[in-house]
């Protein structure tokens, strides 16, 4: 059965208690989350959480993601976390993401490293482009299509444009299921998802409220 991807990236958000206060109404419907189907559920908290994380959704259909990776092995590189220490906790990792583009000046050179060290330690990449002419790593089977115009601003793509667009890159591409980003609720998500051509969908603002995330998903 084809997967559909719900990624919640929370992004540089929550504090300890946030985050637990956040858990606490997600895990209340442990039932509901139990019977998903084919949807793949994935949570890319902030470093300073995937321990907690992976002890409540350890052997649970829930998945994990960090949202980086070094692009260096492990060694002498101070502040990073690298691919071996996240898969202790983690099956994914966002990369590529427009934040990182622009704000610490990551790459196409810097983002195939990464690529390349999450699949040596068996992290599935999620790899963000911004459009259908976005280079995409060698390797990378998961990838998300958002438009920079859409994050965080309440103004989503049009589901017939990230259509288009997913069919593009598909077009161009083997083996990859393509994603849509930016601007998702539980309002529109099924817009997309009920594409053929959009594989899941990768959410930022909307999946802070965790009974909001849990809309989207059951929605999706
Ligand atoms: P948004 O962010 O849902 O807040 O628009 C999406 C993203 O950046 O992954």
């Known amino acids: 059965m084809e997967k559909l991807y719900i990624v919640a990236n929370f992004k540089s958000n929550m504090t300890n208690n946030e985050a637990k206060n956040w858990l606490d109404v997600f895990i209340s419907h442990k039932q509901e989350l139990k019977n ?3 949807k793949e ?9 995937l321990l907690s994380f992976n002890s409540v959704f350890s052997g649970t259909n829930i998945k994990l993601s960090a949202q980086n ?3 260096f ?7 990073e976390v690298n691919g071996k220490q996240i898969k202790d906790f983690a099956d994914y990792v966002i990369i590529g993401h427009s934040e990182r583009r622009n704000n610490f000046g990551e790459t196409d050179e810097m983002l195939t490293k990464k690529v390349n060290l999450a699949l040596k330690y068996g992290l599935t990449p999620i790899f963000c482009v911004q459009g259908k002419d976005t280079n995409i790593p060698q390797g990378v089977n998961v990838v998300a299509y958002e438009p920079v115009f859409a994050i965080g601003t309440g103004t989503p793509d049009t589901p017939e444009n990230a259509d288009k667009v997913c069919e593009d890159i598909i077009a161009n591409h083997d083996n990859l299921s393509v994603l849509y980003g ?3 609720t539980s ?3 099924a817009n997309f998802t009920k594409s053929d051509k959009i594989k899941g969908v990768l959410v930022g603002g909307a999946s802070l409220d965790p009974m909001e995330f849990l809309n989207i998903i059951k929605n999706a």
């Not at 559920?41 to 959480?49: D, E």
């Open 36 to 38: 998903m189907g084919d």
């Open 41 to 49: 559920v994935i949570l890319a908290p902030t470093f300073t959480f």
């Open 69 to 71: 990776l070094s692009p």
């Open 73 to 79: 092995d492990e060694g002498a590189f101070t502040g």
């Open 182 to 184: 930016g601007s998702v």
């Open 187 to 189: 309002d529109n998500v």
